[in-house]
């Protein structure tokens, strides 16, 4: 039995298994649509989300399978006091695999640790969103072919942000990356995902405050939300929240092959006028977590 908690835990044999796999029910549908009858997804959902927990529950259908689960901590028993161990135990009882998010980081380790169904990590606090990659990985491939020789701009919060945790940690075993971390003083990549993951695999990047001067280097251009919720008092959110808004002028002097990623949701981050730029990723993205999500399930219930 096996879990997903960080995108490290898959070898690189095992990601291009999965975009094949991704791929295949991109191509063959029908192939995949009773694939997990029978089995059942419990969608733990103790913050908010739009894209994840639906994506979970569409790719369950899509492979024949039922969902259940809760979208807010306070209409589980959690509001009465009951820990993410024994919710754990008890949805092992009902379920086959959990999609599990929360805001505190390691949350869904303890749950896996205590679980005897696979524990997806769905974004947990701070940490790690190692799902999200593998949209990521997914658009990438697509777009680019490649994961090899690209020089990727991370703009926004470095410092909270997950997702962007979890793609350096993906993208750093590849050869020739090199990363333009673009943000506030304030939000800049911590200092462990430097020495344990950039350091350690000896990647070359950059940190600036300046994406403009940045722009014209950048095969990728991977744009983050600056999230409120992370934030311990507003004036500091309110300072820094429009710190970096990408609209088409800031796009004159990028490459034609720009590839603009986005986790979603955006805020201000990106002008809408940009969604019918072609070099828009974003929303073929989270259509692409999907495929992904539908590829991890059948991988991790041990279904060819
Ligand atoms: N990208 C992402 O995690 O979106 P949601 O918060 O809507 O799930």
Redesign the pocket.
């Known amino acids: 039995m096996r879990s997903l908690i960080d995108i490290k835990e898959l070898s690189l044999e095992e990601l291009d298994g999965l975009i094949a796999t991704a791929l295949d029910i991109i191509d063959n549908p029908q192939k995949y649509s009773e694939k997990c009858k029978g089995k059942k997804l419990a969608t733990l959902f103790f913050?908010?989300?739009?894209?994840?927990?639906?994506?979970f529950e569409a790719a369950m259908y899509e492979l024949g399978g039922n969902v259940l689960g809760f979208s807010e901590a306070s209409s589980s028993s959690s509001a009465k006091g009951e820990s993410v161990a024994d919710t754990a135990k008890m949805i092992s009882c009902y379920a086959d695999i959990i999609a599990m998010?929360h805001p505190k980081e390691g949350a869904p380790l303890v749950a896996s640790m205590n679980a005897t169904i696979p524990v997806v990590n769905?974004?947990d606090g701070g940490h790690n969103?190692p799902t999200?990659t593998l949209?990521d990985l997914l658009t990438i491939k697509r777009k680019k072919g490649r994961f090899e020789n690209l020089t990727i701009g991370l703009c926004g919060d470095l410092k909270f942000g997950r997702?962007v945790h979890s793609l350096i940690a993906a993208m750093s075993r590849y050869k020739g990356i090199k990363f333009v971390l673009i943000s506030p003083e304030e939000l800049r990549i911590p200092s462990y995902v430097k020495t344990d993951v950039l350091d350690k695999n000896g990647i070359e990047y950059v940190e600036t405050k300046d994406l403009c001067t940045a722009m014209p280097e950048l095969d990728i251009l991977y744009m983050t939300r600056i999230q409120k919720e992370r934030f311990f008092n507003e004036e500091d959110y309110l300072r820094l929240k429009d710190s970096y808004i990408l609209d088409l002028p800031k796009l004159d002097n990028a490459k034609k092959d720009l590839c603009i990623m986005h986790?979603?949701?955006r805020v201000n981050e990106i002008s809408v006028k940009v969604d019918s730029d072609p070099r828009a990723c974003y929303f073929e993205q989270?259509l692409n977590?999907k495929y992904m999500r539908m590829a991890l399930i059948l991988m991790l219930l041990g279904i060819n």
């Open positions: 913050e908010p989300s739009t894209r994840t927990r639906l994506s998010r769905a974004g969103h999200q949209a997702t986790p979603l949701p989270a977590g």
